[in-house]
C-alpha cells in the first residue's frame, strides 16, 4: 500500500506494461506480490487494481483515481 514511484511509466500504482503490450496489474499484500490479470488498457488494469486495494486495505488503499 505504497505511493505511486518516480519512474513508473504506466502512470498507475500497480501496473506494468508488459513485453507484448498489454498491461499486468499486481498487488503487494504482506511483502507478497499477487498478479491481478493481464488487460488491454492501463485504466482497465488501474481499476481491477483499486478494487482489490479497497478490499485488502479498506479506508487506507492507496488509489489510482
Known sequence: N?????????GYIGVSKTKNG??????????KRYSLGRYGTAKE?????DYHAKE?????AKLNS
Open 22 to 31: 498489454k498491461f499486468a496489474a499486481y498487488i503487494m499484500s504482506q511483502g
Open 45 to 49: 488494469a488501474a481499476e481491477v487494481r
Open 2 to 10: 505504497k505511493s505511486k514511484q518516480r519512474n513508473n511509466s504506466s
Open 56 to 60: 485488502l486495505h479498506g479506508e487506507f
